[in-house]
């Protein structure tokens, strides 16, 4: 089997959207076989593995810990360093730290995709899916988060 993409251009031919629901299966393939890892994924699920950060980032209502860590899987040290690594612990903590109510008035736009960003390295996701993050970031946060996306989740 050849190896998944890890981009996709317009010259293949394959919408972005469309491979996206594929590979969450919010749509199932007709025919063929879509391989990560070896793994088919029209015969597999994988999406514990998956996450997917867009353009409009998604916030649960409620703390900042419950929107990190909805079913309360990880420790308050491991969400303190994926805060620190997405770089919105100072944030967070003048917010009122991570029990506090997420606002996300108080954040920008960048600090969203971060928030996200980190919620994967909490979740330890295998693969990250980046819809259109960065499309509306400005240049030191798409630097940031690519540094972190390939630094930032060896640990």
Not at 30 to 49: Q, S, T, V
Not at 52 to 81: E, H, K, M, N
């Given at each position: 089997?050849?190896p998944?993409?890890?981009?996709?251009?317009?010259?293949?031919?394959?919408?972005?959207?469309?491979?996206?629901?594929?590979?969450?299966?919010?749509?199932?393939?007709?025919?063929?076989?879509?391989?990560?890892?070896?793994?088919?994924?029209?015969?597999?699920?994988?999406?514990?593995?998956?996450?997917?950060?867009?353009?409009?980032?998604?916030?649960?209502?409620?703390?900042i810990?419950?929107?990190?860590?909805?079913?309360?899987?990880?420790?308050?040290?491991?969400?303190?360093?994926?805060?620190?690594?997405a770089?919105?612990?100072?944030?967070?903590?003048?917010?009122?730290?991570?029990?506090?109510?997420l606002?996300?008035?108080?954040?920008?736009?960048?600090?969203w995709?971060?928030?996200?960003?980190?919620c994967?390295?909490l979740?330890?996701?295998?693969?990250?899916?980046?819809?259109?993050?960065?499309?509306s970031?400005?240049?030191?946060?798409?630097?940031?988060?690519?540094?972190?996306?390939?630094?930032?989740?060896?640990?």
């Amino acid at each position: 089997m050849k190896p998944s993409p890890t981009s996709l251009s317009p010259s293949q031919r394959l919408g972005q959207a469309s491979f996206i629901l594929v590979l969450f299966h919010m749509i199932e393939l007709d025919a063929g076989i879509m391989p990560i890892d070896n793994i088919n994924l029209a015969r597999k699920d994988i999406r514990a593995h998956l996450n997917v950060i867009s353009q409009d980032p998604y916030f649960i209502a409620g703390s900042i810990r419950l929107s990190f860590d909805p079913y309360s899987g990880s420790s308050g040290v491991a969400l303190l360093t994926a805060l620190q690594k997405a770089q919105l612990d100072a944030t967070i903590t003048v917010n009122g730290g991570p029990d506090a109510e997420l606002d996300i008035e108080t954040l920008s736009h960048g600090q969203w995709e971060l928030s996200c960003l980190g919620c994967a390295m909490l979740r330890k996701s295998r693969f990250i899916v980046f819809h259109e993050a960065i499309s509306s970031v400005n240049r030191k946060t798409d630097a940031l988060m690519q540094r972190i996306t390939h630094t930032g989740r060896r640990d």
